[in-house]
């Protein structure tokens, strides 16, 4: 059964934790995505990687951090940093980059105590 | 990335087709249309693509006009599993891939 999946489905973080959410594929794909929405709006861009050992960031990434160690996997860190990381946490991947298919996962919602 | 304009809101009878309209005025020759939609507190799912030529596939048919200005989505039967937000995108020749979600159109169906 092949797609993609995100742990945990809810996440809650205490002031000063970084909390890391998993993103796993088994599609064989090379492109992978982070995404954040918050309540009513769009998606906004956070890290985005085209092949392992590489990523490049987005455009909120200021208080994440990411890793690309294998092809399947894609984990997010929000760090103490990461002042309002309240949000819907959305993973996709792609065959590859520009004007690809995107495939997301269920999403994690990540909540402050 | 073009910029896409949908209407904010739209309801359809159960049964009945949707038809969601996109403009994208500023799109160039080699950038697609893509549509997703996204259900309350799901992921968002890709629905139907394309370039020039009009595409059907299990869930929708995709309409382009001729100049490629704008495009229709039609979901054919309305079902009120298909009520959610319709996202319509042209991700641009970017090597980022990034996919930029405007504020889309919300379908509500109704019995």
């Known amino acids: 059964d092949g797609g993609i999946t995100q742990s945990p489905k809810y996440l809650f973080r205490k002031e000063g934790q970084n909390v890391t959410l998993s993103c796993e594929q088994n599609l064989n794909h090379d492109a992978m995505y982070w995404y954040r929405q918050d309540p009513g709006q769009g998606l906004r861009l956070i890290y985005y990687s085209q092949i392992v050992n590489d990523f490049q960031k987005g455009d909120i990434a200021e208080g994440y951090s990411v890793s690309r160690e294998k092809k399947e996997s894609f984990p997010l860190t929000v760090t103490s940093a990461q002042k309002n990381p309240t949000a819907f946490y959305l993973c996709?991947?792609?065959?590859?980059?520009?004007?690809?298919?995107?495939?997301f996962g269920p999403g994690t919602r990540l909540l402050v105590l | 990335d073009a910029k896409t304009t949908q209407p904010t809101s739209m309801d359809c009878a159960e049964g009945r087709a949707a038809n969601l309209p996109c403009n994208h005025s500023?799109?160039?020759?080699?950038?697609?249309v893509y549509w997703y939609r996204q259900i309350h507190s799901q992921g968002p799912q890709y629905i139907i693509h394309g370039l020039k030529n009009n595409e059907t596939n299990e869930m929708a048919s995709l309409i382009i006009t001729e100049d490629r200005k704008s495009s229709t989505l039609i979901l054919p039967h309305a079902t009120l599993r298909d009520t959610a937000v319709y996202y319509c995108?042209?991700?641009?020749?970017?090597?980022?891939?990034?996919?930029?979600f405007g504020q889309g159109t919300t379908l509500q169906v109704k019995p």
């Open positions: 996709a991947s792609s065959v590859s980059g520009a004007q690809e298919t995107q495939y």
């Open positions: 500023t799109i160039s020759g080699n950038e697609y």
């Open positions: 995108i042209v991700p641009g020749s970017s090597n980022t891939g990034k996919l930029i």
